[in-house]
């Protein structure tokens, strides 16, 4: 299987903290991109980052990728509790293809 | 922003029926749309990814004549359950992207499929 890993696969954390999830994968990569999931809805596109950026920041979210370690990893800061969702990474390859990680279940108590 | 719409977003039907869910890019134009299916508690499986005016890439296990896959537009993509039996319940989302590989995909709110 070409799918990704991330962990941790739950993570609970307070409001205010701020919550750190890791993506690892197999293969070389055009770009990485991560999503947002709220329980049996689509997913929301929250950042792209490209194979030859190593860092990229989108409001609260900050994203790392590590082509030589193949991992990225998503920090949110100052979390809310409007942040609790499941979030994954996925993958584009040079192919045209395109693999989702494992996913985090992210909750934030209030 | 890019809108996908995916219709319907629940269906209840007897084993033996077909099934086609909607895609539909509302506000660009889609070259590549993606079909997955999702177990509860778990990632997204690609199934197909399509493009339009061809044939659809199926991922190695999923079978062609069980879903089937057309993307004749732009801004619409249709995958046919067809002879639909209860494990093939599922929540099943699409996708679509715009003509480089390099952007986002834009998801559709998915469908919920139970087969009696």
């Known amino acids: 299987s070409q799918q990704g890993e991330e962990d941790p696969q739950a993570l609970s954390i307070q409001e205010g903290e701020n919550a750190t999830m890791n993506c690892s994968y197999k293969?070389?990569?055009?770009?990485l991109q991560w999503y947002r999931q709220n329980s049996g809805r689509g997913l929301v596109h929250l950042i792209l980052?490209?194979?030859?950026?190593r860092e990229k920041h989108s409001g609260r979210l900050r994203v790392t990728l590590d082509t030589s370690k193949k991992s990225s990893s998503l920090l949110i800061t100052a979390s809310r509790a409007a942040d609790t969702a499941s979030y994954f990474c996925?993958?584009?390859?040079?192919?045209?293809?395109?693999?989702f990680g494992t996913g985090t279940s992210l909750t934030v108590i209030p | 922003g890019a809108v996908v719409s995916q219709h319907p977003s629940w269906v209840i039907c007897k084993s033996g029926t077909s099934v086609k869910i909607e895609c539909r890019s509302l506000?660009?134009?889609?070259?590549?749309m993606f079909w997955y299916r999702q177990f509860p508690k778990q990632s997204l499986m690609l199934m197909a990814t399509?493009?339009?005016?061809?044939?659809?890439?199926?991922e190695q296990g999923v079978e062609k004549d069980k879903f089937l896959i057309n993307h004749a537009s732009l801004t619409l993509s249709t995958l046919t359950v067809t002879s639909a039996h209860p494990e093939d319940s599922s929540f099943y989302i699409c996708?679509?992207?715009?003509?480089?590989?390099?952007?986002?995909?834009?998801f559709g709110d998915g469908t919920r499929l139970s087969i009696l």
């Open positions: 996708s679509a992207r715009r003509d480089r590989a390099d952007q986002p995909q834009h």
């Open positions: 293969t070389s990569i055009n770009n």
């Open positions: 980052i490209r194979s030859n950026e």
């Open positions: 996925a993958t584009a390859n040079t192919g045209n293809q395109f693999y």
């Open positions: 506000d660009f134009q889609a070259t590549t």
């Open positions: 399509s493009n339009e005016g061809s044939k659809a890439t199926y």
